[in-house]
């Protein structure tokens, strides 16, 4: 007889961005506000991130595309990369994702694709600490994980290398 496996996640859900703790609108806030540096002429799908670290600084990123597609880099990379680069010590505690797209309306919560998701997951199994993760797309529904590991649960890491 074959073995089962049962996963199961848990994401708190708030109505909207004024549901927030203050502390995680702020950072959405300046999510919303990076993503309007994203450079998206291909896609037309901007993307912002804030992070905050345990040192108190909050790193930025959004997205930058290239006409050779897999060159550009998605903004949950470009934020994590920067914290990892300028501040190499310190852990990531909570991200805030937004996205929005010039072509339709996003309305429901936009999650990390699946080479962000397991690039934050390096990070997250580096710190030893999870990574709060908030995301939202352009209006409505915040989604929020206490872990990465909601979001990839069979995660790939330096111990099966």
């Known amino acids: 007889m074959n073995k089962k496996i049962t996963i199961t996640t848990e994401f708190s859900v708030f109505e909207n ?12 806030k300046q999510a919303i506000a990076v993503r309007k540096n994203a450079y998206a002429p291909y896609s037309k799908f901007k993307v912002g991130v804030a992070l905050i670290l345990d040192n108190g600084k909050i790193v930025l990123g959004s997205n930058q595309e290239n006409a050779a597609y897999p060159s550009g880099l998605c903004a949950e990379r470009v934020a994590v990369f920067h914290a990892g680069a300028i501040y190499p010590q310190a852990k990531i505690l909570k991200m805030a994702i937004t996205a929005a797209s010039e072509v339709n309306k996003t309305t429901s919560p936009i999650p990390p694709c699946g080479a962000c998701r397991q690039s934050i997951a390096e990070y997250e199994i580096r710190q030893e600490t999870p990574i709060e993760i908030y995301f939202m797309g352009e209006i409505g529904s915040v989604y929020r994980s206490d872990s990465l590991k909601n979001l990839l649960p069979f995660m790939f890491d330096k111990n099966f290398l």
């Open 17 to 28: 961005l004024e549901k927030l703790p203050i502390d995680i609108q702020n950072l959405m």
